[in-house]
């Protein structure tokens, strides 16, 4: 069973960036998927944010890039999401989560998602 858990800060002042982590426990991050950060801000539909390979590439959705970075700690079986200069806007449900490849942009039968964290913007 492949256990995926978020952690971070709850709250993060506009303009700063915002840090989360995914531990992942039951399978390695070095394996053949999409390891994947995925939002839903309040009252919207989800939102994917970008994700890490095995081999370590990334990808980001384009509207995300400038200010995404998401990298790993194979020691830890851990990967990160960071998102910098963060707005109001940023408030949002964070999940990770390990996808299949090809499964980009869907949410699948066959995912691991971890629970979410809540991460609100706000002076």
């Known amino acids: 069973q492949v256990l995926l858990q978020e952690s971070g800060p709850g709250l993060v002042k506009p303009s700063q960036t915002l840090s989360l982590t995914c531990t992942v426990s039951g399978g390695s991050i070095t394996t053949n998927y999409l390891w994947t950060w995925i939002r839903q801000p309040p009252g919207k539909g989800l939102e994917w944010i970008g994700y890490i390979l095995y081999t370590g590439g990334t990808y980001y959705t384009p509207s995300l890039k400038s200010r995404a970075s998401i990298s790993r700690d194979t020691s830890k079986n851990q990967f990160t999401l960071q998102l910098s200069s963060v707005t109001p806007e940023d408030t949002a449900m964070y999940f990770c989560?390990?996808?299949?490849?090809?499964?980009?942009?869907?949410?699948?039968?066959?995912?691991?998602w971890g629970q979410g964290t809540q991460v609100i913007v706000s002076s």
């Open positions: 989560a390990r996808q299949m490849i090809g499964s980009w942009g869907m949410r699948r039968t066959d995912d691991y």
